[in-house]
C-alpha cells in the first residue's frame, strides 16, 4: 500500500473550489483543485483546514470521493445541524474560495484494483462516499472483481450520486446496487422502510445454499467488505455482518462520528 | 503563510487551555476502530505480560480485580479531532502490573483481540501515567468504548489507548503498531499535533 511506504511529513496544501454540485438538500460534492497533490487509493481521506479573518482554525476528516486524477479531488459533504465546518463547506463556499488540506491519510480501509476478489461495500448516509470512490476506482481501473453495494439511506431524496448510481448499475457488468431506506422508500418498494436488517445483507461466501452449493468466491477468496457510516450504522452493520457469517477479520470500517446519516 | 477561507467565522469558541491544537471540544463519545466491535467475555479474558526474555505472566479477570484499581479523571484527545474534557475512569495503573518484574525494557507493544497493536515507549505507561481501565463514568466500560478492559494513557492520541486491550509485549526496540505502520506518528503527542509520520 502506497499510504504505508510514505516517509517525511503530510504538508497543508492550498486547495481551491472549482466547482460543485448538489447531491441532496442538505449536501453537496465539491470539486477542489489541490496543486503539488500526491494522489490517493480509493477510500482515504483528508484533513480540511479551514481559517477565519481573524486567524481562527478548525480541522475535521473528509472522505475523497473521486478517483484518483491529477491535482484534482471531489469531497461530498453532508451539512450536519449547528456544525462548524460542514454547513460552510455545504452552504457558504464559492467556487475560487479556498482551503487547505493534507492527505491521503488512511492505509487500511483502502482498496486498489491489486486486490483481487469479490468486495462488498455497506454504506450509511455520507458513508457513502469513500466506497463511492472504490466503486469509481474499479470502473477507472477496469478492474472484473465483483461489487455488492449496500446502500442505506434515509429516503430516496437523501442519496448521493444517484444517476452515476443508477448507471452503474445498468451498465457494470459484475456490479450489484442495493439501496435500503430506513424513514420512506418509493412506491412499489418490496422492502418497507427501516433500519439495515440481516436479509438486507449477503451472507458469506462459501456457505452452501441449497440450489447451488458453494458461492463463487469460495475458493478464490473470501469477500472482502467496507462498511463505512456512523456509529450507530457501523456498529449495527458490522454485527449483522458477523450474524450472516462475514468473519471479522475481512470487514474494514470507518466511522464519521456519533450520529445522523 | 495561511489561507483565509473566505466567509468562514467558525464557532471561534476562544481558546480552551485544555484543548490542544487543531482539536475540538464534543460532548459526544465518538468510535475510531479498523474493523468489528470485539465481544470478551470476563471469563475467558486474559492480559499476557511478555518480557524480553520471553518469560509471561498471565492475568485473568479475576486477578485484574483484585488489584487495588483507582478513579481518576482526564481529558481524551482523538486524531480524528475530537477531544473529550473531563472523562472519568476506574482502572489499574499499569506500573502496579509490571512494576514487580524488574524489566529492562525500553518500549512496549500493546496487543488486543481482534489483532490491533500499538506501541508506546515504556515509560510513557508508568508512573501513574498509564491504567488498564474496566470502568467509565461510573459504568462498565461499553464494548464500543474497548470494555471489557482498554488501555489509557490520557497524555497521547487515543488510538494508543487500545481497545479489548489482551496483553503488552516487552522489548528492547521498538516495533510499530498497527495505525503506527499506516502512516500515522510513531508517538502521537496531541500537544505537538503528532498526527501523522513526521509531524
Ligand atoms: C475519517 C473520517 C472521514 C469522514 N468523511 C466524511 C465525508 O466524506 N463526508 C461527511 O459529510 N463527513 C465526513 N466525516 C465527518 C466530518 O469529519 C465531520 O465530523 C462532520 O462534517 C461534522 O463536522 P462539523 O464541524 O460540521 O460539526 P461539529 O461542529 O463537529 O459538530 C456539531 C454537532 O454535530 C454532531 N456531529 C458531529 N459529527 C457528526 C456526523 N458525522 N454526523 C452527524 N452528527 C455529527 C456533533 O455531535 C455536534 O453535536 C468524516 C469523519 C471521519 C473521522
Redesign the pocket.
Known amino acids: 500500500m502506497s499510504g504505508s511506504l510514505r516517509r517525511g511529513a503530510l504538508r497543508w496544501l492550498r486547495a481551491r473550489l472549482e466547482a460543485s454540485r448538489t447531491e441532496t438538500t442538505s449536501?453537496r460534492t465539491l470539486r477542489l483543485t489541490v496543486p503539488g497533490w500526491s494522489g490517493h487509493e480509493a477510500g482515504q481521506?483528508v484533513d480540511v483546514k479551514l481559517t477565519a479573518e481573524d486567524g481562527y482554525s478548525?480541522q475535521?476528516?473528509?472522505?475523497i470521493?473521486s478517483a484518483a486524477d491529477g491535482d484534482g479531488l471531489e469531497?461530498?459533504?453532508?451539512?450536519?445541524?449547528?456544525?462548524?465546518?460542514?454547513?460552510y463547506l455545504v452552504e457558504v463556499m464559492q467556487p475560487g474560495d479556498e482551503l487547505e488540506l493534507r492527505g491521503p491519510i488512511?492505509g487500511w480501509f483502502t482498496w486498489s484494483a491489486k486486490l483481487s476478489g469479490p468486495i462488498l461495500l455497506v454504506g450509511g448516509?455520507?458513508g457513502i462516499?469513500?466506497l463511492m470512490a472504490m466503486l469509481r476506482q474499479r470502473i477507472r481501473a477496469g478492474s472484473a472483481s465483483p461489487f455488492h453495494l449496500v446502500y442505506s439511506a434515509r429516503s430516496p431524496d437523501h442519496v448521493f450520486y444517484q444517476d452515476e448510481l443508477q448507471d452503474i448499475g445498468r451498465r457494470s457488468r459484475g456490479v450489484t446496487i442495493d439501496k435500503i431506506f430506513t424513514r420512506s422508500g418509493s412506491l412499489g418498494d418490496e422492502r418497507s422502510p427501516g433500519r439495515l436488517r440481516a436479509e438486507d445483507l449477503p451472507a458469506a461466501s462459501g456457505e452452501i445454499s441449497p440450489a447451488t452449493g458453494p458461492t463463487a468466491s469460495d475458493a478464490a477468496g473470501r469477500t472482502r467488505v467496507y462498511v463505512c457510516g456512523?456509529t450507530a450504522f457501523v456498529e449495527r452493520a458490522t454485527q449483522l455482518l458477523i450474524e450472516r457469517g462475514h468473519p471479522a477479520d475481512v470487514i474494514r470500517t470507518?466511522?464519521?462520528?456519533?450520529?445522523?446519516? | 503563510m495561511s489561507v483565509i477561507s473566505r466567509g468562514f467565522g467558525g464557532?471561534g469558541s476562544g481558546s480552551d487551555p485544555r484543548v490542544p491544537p487543531g482539536q475540538?471540544v464534543?460532548?459526544?463519545f465518538?468510535v475510531?476502530s479498523a474493523g468489528p466491535t470485539q465481544y470478551v467475555d470476563t471469563e475467558d479474558w486474559r492480559f499476557d505480560i511478555t518480557d524480553i526474555d520471553g518469560s509471561r505472566t498471565t492475568l485473568t479477570w479475576e486477578r485484574l480485580m483484585a488489584l487495588p484499581s483507582e478513579e481518576f479523571t482526564v481529558d481524551i484527545h482523538c486524531v480524528?479531532?475530537?477531544s473529550k474534557l473531563g472523562t472519568t475512569w476506574r482502572g489499574v495503573p499499569v506500573s502496579s502490573l509490571l512494576d514487580g518484574l524488574g524489566t529492562e525494557a525500553e518500549y512496549a507493544l500493546v496487543h488486543c483481540y481482534g489483532g490491533y497493536s500499538t506501541n508506546i515507549p515504556l515509560e510513557d505507561l508508568l508512573d501513574g501515567k498509564a491504567w488498564i481501565v474496566f470502568e467509565y463514568d461510573g459504568g462498565e466500560l461499553d464494548p464500543v468504548h474497548g470494555g471489557p478492559a482498554r488501555l489509557l494513557v490520557p497524555h497521547l492520541y487515543l488510538w494508543k489507548s487500545a481497545k479489548w486491550v489482551n496483553g503488552i509485549e516487552l522489548r528492547l526496540d521498538e516495533q510499530l503498531g498497527f495505525w503506527e505502520s499506516l502512516g500515522y506518528h510513531e508517538y502521537g503527542d496531541p500537544w505537538l499535533e503528532q498526527r501523522y509520520i513526521g509531524d
Open positions: 449536501a481521506h478548525a475535521r476528516s473528509y472522505s470521493a469531497l461530498t459533504v453532508q451539512a450536519v445541524d449547528r456544525g462548524e465546518v460542514s454547513p488512511g448516509g455520507s462516499v469513500p456512523p470507518e466511522r464519521f462520528g456519533p450520529t445522523g446519516g | 464557532r475540538y464534543t460532548d459526544d465518538p475510531l480524528t479531532k475530537w
